[in-house]
């Protein structure tokens, strides 16, 4: 059993950044790959960026926030990380982090076996 624990989220102005960060447990998590989802308010849930397992560290991103997002793993700390820069109002949602049991990663939500509870973020005009 994993568990995700996210954390950095806030309130932003237009412009701003935010790092945020995701905690696991387990001691297999750099076989893991991860990634970081995010839902707003009357939406479905999209996918954000995804790193595969240590090994190779391939990175996918969502176009809306390729060249402003970078997620990043340190498996000595057991975290996963997702930088955000220039945020825009439309970033704003609850993010969420997620491990699959796999080493490959994926943009498909229902491939990831475990889920965080999700930090807010918020990014004001």
């Known amino acids: 059993q994993v568990q995700l624990v996210e954390s950095g989220g806030g309130l932003v102005q237009a412009g701003g950044s935010l790092r945020l960060s995701c905690a696991a447990s387990?001691?297999?998590?750099?076989?893991?790959?991860m990634a970081w989802f995010r839902q707003a308010p009357g939406k479905e849930r999209e996918f954000v960026a995804a790193?595969?397992?240590?090994?190779?560290?391939?990175?996918y991103y969502a176009d809306s926030v390729k060249g402003r997002f970078t997620i990043s793993r340190d498996n000595a700390k057991n975290a996963v990380y997702l930088q955000m820069n220039s945020l825009k109002p439309e970033d704003t949602a609850v993010y969420s982090c997620?491990?699959?049991?796999?080493?490959?990663?994926?943009?498909?939500?229902?491939?990831?076996?475990?889920w965080g509870q999700g930090t807010q973020v918020t990014v004001s005009s």
């Open positions: 790193i595969s397992w240590s090994g190779l560290s391939i990175r």
């Open positions: 387990g001691r297999t998590f750099s076989t893991y790959a």
């Open positions: 997620a491990a699959r049991r796999d080493i490959r990663a994926t943009m498909d939500a229902p491939q990831y076996d475990y």
